[in-house]
């Protein structure tokens, strides 16, 4: 019987390498397309409406990709994989879709299947308990905490990242026009996603295995994560390859702009209650880049 590890969050906060650690370093067979959103877009988190636009895109590639190959030597189970998904994704709702076969044909052989997507943090109760209900209250929930102002900043960028002359000034003046609006769907998102504690609490209430990880200790404590990482899923964990892969840079949008102190002020007051959860949870130096 299979089992699995779930990713539930944060965004700008490390999924992508965790994603990849997991892959390349443990047994688990992480799923091609690193993020399903299967349960955040059932519940209406996500619009189905980007699931289907990101999925046909997605197998539109895969397609291309057979068509213009000189050779399909990577015709493999996990290719395969990842082409029925975005086939799926892309042609029927989610919620007539069955999670498991997501990840077919590569079910048998994979005693622990795993998927990381940021926005299964801000699933409802009822969204978790569906997951629960899904996967098992067995499965192991992976939860990425990072310093909220620092993760806030990262995603505005994100956001903005592709406007014309989207300079340190202009930057700052929308965040500022942004964090003084109050009715920002994107902000009660972002506000969503830096309550790392609402998300724990939640999850700790369906499963009986949740870990918060910090951002700071995956990148900077390769070893105690990879101890970490062992002991709660009980899988091994090669810290040699982990060192290879914390070695290459992973997100092109990880660096910050610079702000004013003014501004910096602003998101340290908007967010104080989160990184006093996660100064208890980690330790007050903790959680800081």
């Known amino acids: 019987m299979n089992k699995f590890v779930i990713g539930i969050g944060s965004q700008r906060a490390g999924s992508t390498l965790l994603h990849r650690v997991l892959e390349q370093c443990t047994p688990i067979y992480m799923h091609p397309v690193k993020e399903l959103h299967y349960f955040d877009t059932m519940f209406n988190v996500r619009n189905p409406s980007v699931l289907h636009k990101f999925a046909v895109s997605h197998l539109n590639k895969d397609i291309d990709r057979i068509i213009k190959a000189k050779e399909l030597g990577f015709l493999n189970k996990r290719f395969k994989n990842s082409l029925r998904t975005n086939f799926l994704l892309s042609t029927r709702k ?61 995603a505005f960028k994100l956001l903005m990242y592709g406007l014309p002359d989207a300079d340190n000034t202009l930057f700052e003046e929308e965040m500022v026009k942004l964090l003084n609006s109050t009715n920002s769907e994107w902000l009660k998102v972002q506000d969503a996603l830096n309550d790392y504690e609402t998300a724990l609490t939640g999850y700790q209430q369906e499963f009986k295995h949740v870990l918060i990880l910090s951002y700071d200790n995956l990148f900077g404590d390769v070893e105690g994560t990879a101890e970490e990482l062992s002991d709660f899923l009980q899988v091994p964990v090669s810290l040699p390859n982990y060192q290879k892969i914390t070695g290459t840079k992973v997100n092109a949008l990880d660096e910050t702009k610079d702000l004013s102190d003014g501004t910096i002020e602003l998101l340290k007051s908007r967010y104080v209650n989160n990184q006093s959860f996660l100064d208890k949870t980690f330790g007050k130096d903790a959680c800081i880049a």
């Open 94 to 154: 989610v919620q007539h879709i069955d999670y498991l076969d997501l990840f077919r044909p590569c079910v048998q052989g994979s005693k622990l299947l795993g998927e990381i997507t940021p926005e299964y943090m801000i699933l409802p109760p009822e969204g978790i308990a569906k997951m629960r209900a899904t996967v098992g209250d067995d499965a192991k929930i992976l939860l990425l905490a990072r310093n909220p102002v620092k993760r806030f900043i990262s």
